[in-house]
């Protein structure tokens, strides 16, 4: 059941306009938005509530968005797209990595070597979803489809070869993510973001494969002090995708102005300002890991750089075999995310 909710804006007002045939008052409809990072985190300060506040505005105070941060509403971050799904909420902004497989056709962009940056990624994702990604999203309304600047290595160890990271456990946000670690000789261990300071500090894991923009909300600046890219034009190792999706039900009771302003908020008409935000936003957190002087940077070789494109073959070939699996044209949706990243780098 859908928890969207109406409240009166002025419960007086409704008594007399019954008692004196006045107008009936405006209603405020509530829709309840969740996700699984804190509320010091870019993610919700640059992106969340300014993107809320601007459909508030535009509905004119018809629409007010609540914001749960930290699962405050309780579940844990994998079960936000259930929670969407099923009404518990309304709206959530999530990874679909929690959950490895549950949403495969977006992972052409997690594929190794594919992403190039934030902004590219996910004015590309926007002409992909249309052709690909109906059987992903059939359960819920989509608001934006979109990636992250990119991660790296951000390890307690120096990593500046693939022999570095032998026997390592590291952090991954997919399950790409966790086959790359895994075919490059560390071990690949899915986690979700708000467990990584508890598994670096208890030394469960010895690294993580993060952007820099969240690291000062999860303390990896405390916990890691080695930071490490690779050579060429694509410095990161892949990204992740971000699903920011609204109950059906809670879209389809909206009037149709409110439905409107939804529309006007969602998909192409936010993905330039979602993907230069999550360009933007790498500053501070690379600003915050610099300024600590423990800290190393490091850039591997463009040898050791080959390696990790050698060992990812078999993970693209591994993804291509699992949606064969499902009936997905792995081979056409991997060209088509390739091609549309080519196409929007370009502008």
């Known amino acids: 059941m859908s928890i969207l909710r109406k409240s009166i804006v002025t419960g007086g007002a409704i008594l007399a306009a019954g008692a004196f045939g006045a107008p009936a008052v405006a209603q405020t409809v509530t829709l309840k938005m969740m996700t699984f990072v804190p509320p010091i985190s870019n993610p919700v ?14 509905s004119k105070g018809k629409l ?13 971050a994998p079960q936000l797209m259930d929670q969407v799904k099923d009404g518990v909420v309304d709206i959530v902004w999530t990874l679909p ?8 056709r977006s992972e052409p962009f ?7 940056d934030a902004l590219s990624t996910t004015l590309a994702i926007q002409d992909y979803q249309a052709k690909w990604m109906g059987p992903d999203l059939k359960d819920y309304h989509p608001l934006l489809i979109h990636a992250h ?18 026997g390592m456990k590291i952090r991954a946000a997919s399950r790409a993510g966790v086959w790359l670690l895994n075919a490059i000789g560390a071990t690949g261990v899915g986690m979700p973001l708000p467990r990584i300071p508890a598994a670096l500090s208890k030394g469960v894991i010895g690294g993580v494969t993060v952007t820099y923009e969240i690291v000062p909300a999860i303390k990896v600046p405390d916990l890691v002090s080695n930071y490490t890219t690779v050579s060429g034009e694509q410095p990161r190792l892949g990204t992740n995708i971000f699903a920011f999706l609204m109950n059906k039900n809670s879209y389809a009771k909206l009037p149709a102005d409110l439905k409107k302003v939804i529309d006007d908020h ?3 008409n936010i993905a330039k300002w979602a993907g230069e935000n999550w360009i933007e936003i790498e500053k501070p957190g690379i600003a915050a890991v610099k300024k600590r002087k423990k800290n190393k940077f490091h ?13 990812a073959e078999p993970v693209i070939a591994q993804w291509m075999a699992e949606m064969k699996k499902i009936g997905a044209d792995g081979p056409g949706m991997l060209k088509d995310a390739r091609a549309l990243i080519a196409k929007y780098s370009k502008k």
């Not at 007010?64 to 844990?76: F, T």
């Open 45 to 58: 300060k640059t992106f969340l509530i300014p993107w809320a506040k601007k459909v508030e505005a535009a």
């Open 64 to 76: 007010k968005i609540q914001g749960y941060w930290s699962m405050q509403l309780g579940g844990k």
């Open 97 to 104: 990595g929690f959950t490895p497989g549950r949403m495969p």
């Open 110 to 116: 997690e594929l190794p070597f594919v992403h190039r």
């Open 149 to 166: 600047e990119g991660f790296l290595f951000m390890t307690k160890k120096p990593v500046k070869t693939v022999a570095d990271l032998k």
């Open 266 to 268: 969602s998909g192409k």
């Open 299 to 311: 850039v591997m070789s463009p040898a050791e750089t080959a390696k990790i494109k050698k060992a």
